[in-house]
């Protein structure tokens, strides 16, 4: 393990002003967003999709620390024949795999998910590794509902992030270490705030058990959030506040960033939030976004899978990728954000 390279690359996915964007949707997510714009979701649409994105040089070279990838991208060429990986390198960003094989039912917690993928993982990673990959992600689904999240299923989805961890940095790939408490449901954000303060000392715990060197690693929590579903919603400043005072009780200041999901937050939510919490300060971490959807929603509406929308795909993606630059150095205002649309 080179610890020295580790804290590199970590540091690089957290540069101020900048994030990572996650296209790292699996076949059945992708095929999810293409249905809500009417694209099929067939390999060579997905490439294009995908290439139109990372050929947004100006936006990836200023706004984007690395990109996410799925298995299918990371070994896939641009129409051009450039591999996508090299594509990405060429605008400065750094890619990264997720190499999770998804959230599966837990036994005996109904309702309740452990992601899987932990077999074969270190021969994959050497693989990945081969074909460009400089950091990895794994994400672990907490469900807040009656009775639940479940000790079993904090418990064993920390201790898979962790192992997972683990083999990454035994192979020189930094993980990003994912558990997402969902904002799905109704409950209320103080109960969102006590179960991310669980999920994430429990998963600290296990990565100290591990031997993961926190130096080596960005953490990609989610923001403490009322439930979409909660009739009692909250301003911006409250998320900020209440996220920020869950991070400092659990997240060792060795860590050198936290990228923050966007978990189904309108993209200017999560911008504005991200902003509301860099604009508070004090904290020992970068803090910056790892957003799928906040990122590429306009973008995929702009698109529409017509080449003649390229152009206007970009500009959708590099506004958001700018917007969130600025938000990760507390600099966003509203009123930039409709100068600049
Ligand atoms: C891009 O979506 C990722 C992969 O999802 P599936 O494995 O379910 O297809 C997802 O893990 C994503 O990287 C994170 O949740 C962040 O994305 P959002 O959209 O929540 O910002």
Redesign the pocket.
Same mark, same amino acid.
């Given at each position: 393990m080179n610890l020295a390279e580790l804290n590199r690359v970590a540091t690089a996915m957290v540069a101020p002003g900048k994030g990572l964007l996650?296209?790292? !949707? &699996?076949g059945?997510?992708i095929k999810k967003r293409f249905d809500a714009i009417g694209v099929e979701s067939t390999e060579e649409n997905r490439r294009d999709y995908r290439e139109l994105l990372f050929r947004t040089t100006k936006a990836m070279h200023d706004h984007i620390s690395g990109v996410?990838l799925f298995d299918e991208t990371i070994r896939q060429k641009a129409a051009d024949g450039t591999p996508l990986v090299k594509v990405i390198e060429q605008t400065g960003a750094i890619p990264g795999i997720?190499v999770d094989k998804?959230a599966k039912p837990l036994p005996f917690c109904p309702g309740e998910t452990i992601t899987e993928g932990l077999d074969g993982l270190r021969e994959r990673l050497i693989e990945y590794r081969e074909l460009g990959a400089r950091f990895c992600?794994w994400?672990a689904v907490i469900d807040i509902g009656a009775g639940i999240p479940s000790h079993d299923a904090i418990n064993s989805n920390a201790h898979a992030l962790a192992r997972y961890a683990a083999l990454c940095q035994e192979q020189d790939l930094v993980p990003i270490v994912?558990p !997402?408490v969902l904002m799905d449901g109704d409950h209320t954000i103080d109960r969102c705030e006590a179960v991310t303060m669980w999920a994430l000392k429990t998963v600290f715990q296990e990565l100290y058990y591990a031997k993961v060197n926190l130096e080596g690693m960005v953490l990609k929590p989610n923001m403490v959030l009322p439930g979409a579903k909660c009739a009692t919603q909250v301003p911006d400043e409250e998320i900020a506040e209440k996220t920020i005072r869950v991070l400092k009780d659990c997240v060792p200041s060795a860590v050198p960033g936290i990228a923050f999901? &966007?978990?189904?937050q309108s993209d200017v939510e999560a911008t504005a939030r991200l902003d509301a919490m860099n604009k508070l300060g004090g904290v020992p971490w970068h803090l910056t976004f &790892?957003?799928?959807?906040?990122l590429q929603h306009a973008p995929q509406v702009a698109w529409s899978g017509k080449t003649d929308n390229v152009t206007a795909a970009q500009s959708a993606f590099s506004h958001r990728a700018e917007m969130n630059g600025l938000a990760a150095l507390g600099k966003w205002t509203a009123d930039i954000e409709k100068q600049a649309a």
């Open positions: 996650a296209a790292d !949707e &699996s059945g997510t996410i997720k998804g992600k994400r994912e !997402e999901l &966007s978990g189904g &790892s957003y799928g959807r906040a």
